[in-house]
């Protein structure tokens, strides 16, 4: 799976809407972009996937450049529960698809009130 | 609906001995993982299952370290004669198939795992 890069931190006040970046520029052509989310003491849970075109779901958005070498990850109102690592993961939908998430060290998003 | 459960939620045992960790996943979920986070590491796969295909054990850390899918529903991780580096929190995820690369995974709360 081809790797992704975040950057380690960012802050957001709450109510305000947060734009978390993710660069995977060796993306192959059949890489879906997954974002999870890690809250504190918690599994990692799931909060939108895409391919090529943007995605909208109850959690939050995510816009894939054209060139789909990047992608925005978009939480529309942060609240402090939003407060949690964010992970950008890239899951082959090839033959190479072995199913298994590799993590990175992700964004660690801090929302202040 | 019921999530992923995991069992013990702590666990605490001594250098050397054997433990067994489960993990119930989602009722129809045919793909089992393993995956492990130590204390300010990331995330990391160990295992993989199925329905009946053979698992993906490339992130099994040692031979210490093995897991069964009974039925496939119940999952045990079972670690033999651990180590204090085995410290950490073990974590069960499933998903409804294993569908390439749309598959999502739902994890379970994690078992906290303190070798002594």
């Known amino acids: 799976d081809a790797k992704t890069t975040q950057p380690n931190s960012m802050e957001s006040n709450e109510e305000e809407p947060v734009h978390l970046p993710c660069n995977h520029s060796t993306i192959s052509g059949t890489d879906y972009i997954h974002w999870y989310r890690q809250l504190p003491s918690q599994g990692p849970e799931y909060v939108i996937h895409?391919?090529?075109s943007n995605v909208n779901n109850r959690m939050a958005s995510l816009a894939i450049a054209e060139d789909r070498k990047s992608s925005t990850l978009i939480l529309h109102r942060a609240t402090l529960r939003d407060a949690a690592v964010y992970y950008c993961i890239l899951k082959g939908g090839g033959s190479s698809n072995t199913g298994k998430l590799i993590f990175g060290q992700g964004t660690t998003l801090q929302v202040k009130p | 609906g019921a999530g992923v459960s995991q069992s013990p939620s702590n666990k605490v045992t001594e250098k050397g001995k054997d433990v067994e960790l489960r993990c119930d996943p989602i009722?129809?979920?045919?793909?089992l993982y393993w995956y492990r986070q130590s204390l300010g590491q990331g995330l990391e796969f160990l295992i993989y299952f199925q329905g009946n295909s053979a698992p993906d054990k490339s992130g099994l850390p040692s031979d210490r370290f093995s897991a069964e899918r009974t039925g496939g529903s119940v999952s045990t991780l079972t670690i033999q004669r651990t180590q204090q580096e085995d410290s950490a929190v073990y974590l069960c995820?499933?998903?409804?198939?294993?569908?390439?690369?749309?598959?999502?995974?739902?994890f379970g709360p994690g078992t906290r795992l303190t070798v002594l």
């Open positions: 895409g391919l090529t």
């Open positions: 009722s129809g979920h045919t793909a």
């Open positions: 995820a499933s998903s409804l198939r294993f569908s390439g690369g749309m598959d999502t995974q739902y």
